[in-house]
């Protein structure tokens, strides 16, 4: 059974519109981040969150907007959608409070904006 | 901030042969380095971790070295098989829950 689970696996949106992706992790870690892949940049950092805090934050628009109800959910709200936010969205999640944790890594959210 | 390198971009193999998958850094402060298989349309699965006080690493198949003079981390796949067809992916942790992934590099073992 997957431990972190992310919800909905495919989500297509129109330009303009808001969307938000699900996750929820049942590692019992205390650290989740979002990243983004695409075709443009592989692999890229987007937020991390530690006890429901925000610890770093690459994402250079407001348009998103990390929520952390519970330690165990980090949801991702994106507003005002463009085509260019077409991508994977993956969640991941370590435990400690240092790097020799590596995070692990969800199913992924595939997002396509028309 | 740190900036991590990957070469190839891409890799093909003959089946049996080995590949080698190299990630440069900046950070000389870096002390955490992970290594990813992801196969087409799926999720990054872990495959080592690398610790500092650590230079060689074996997996299932695999050798990871680190040179931390150099700033270098390498993957080898020995005996490649065409199961081993996937994107392999360095991360470096850089602290403050931070991780920075190389750029990937698409491998192909052809039978």
């Known amino acids: 059974d997957p431990k972190i689970i992310q919800k909905p696996k495919y989500l297509v949106a129109v330009t303009g519109s808001e969307k938000i992706l699900i996750c929820e992790q049942y590692?019992?870690?205390?650290?989740m981040y979002w990243y983004r892949q695409s075709a443009k940049k592989p692999l890229e950092f987007m937020f991390s969150?530690?006890?429901?805090?925000?610890?770093d934050n690459q994402t250079a628009s407001s348009r998103f907007q990390p929520q952390s109800s519970k330690k165990n959910h980090l949801d991702l709200q994106i507003t005002a959608l463009k085509p260019d936010d077409s991508a994977t969205y993956f969640c991941?999640?370590?435990?400690?409070?240092?790097?020799?944790?590596?995070?692990?890594f969800g199913e992924g959210t595939r997002l396509s904006v028309l | 901030g740190e900036q991590v390198e990957q070469r190839p971009p891409h890799l093909s193999v003959r089946e049996g042969d080995s590949a080698v998958i190299t990630c440069t850094y900046t950070?000389?402060?870096?002390?955490?380095f992970f290594w990813y298989k992801q196969e087409p349309g799926a999720s990054l699965q872990l495959l080592m971790k690398?610790?500092?006080?650590?230079e060689i690493n074996e997996g299932q198949g695999f050798t990871v070295l680190l040179n931390k003079k150099d700033k270098r981390l390498s993957l080898n796949l020995t005996a490649a098989h065409p199961g081993d067809s996937a994107a392999y992916f360095c991360?470096?942790?850089?602290?403050?829950?931070?991780?920075?992934f190389g750029a990937g590099t698409r491998l192909k073992v052809i039978a």
């Open positions: 991941a999640s370590s435990q400690g409070t240092v790097n020799n944790q590596a995070p692990l």
């Open positions: 590692l019992g870690h205390n650290a």
């Open positions: 969150y530690s006890y429901q805090k925000l610890m």
């Open positions: 950070d000389p402060n870096s002390y955490y």
């Open positions: 690398v610790f500092s006080s650590t």
């Open positions: 991360a470096v942790g850089t602290g403050n829950y931070k991780y920075v």
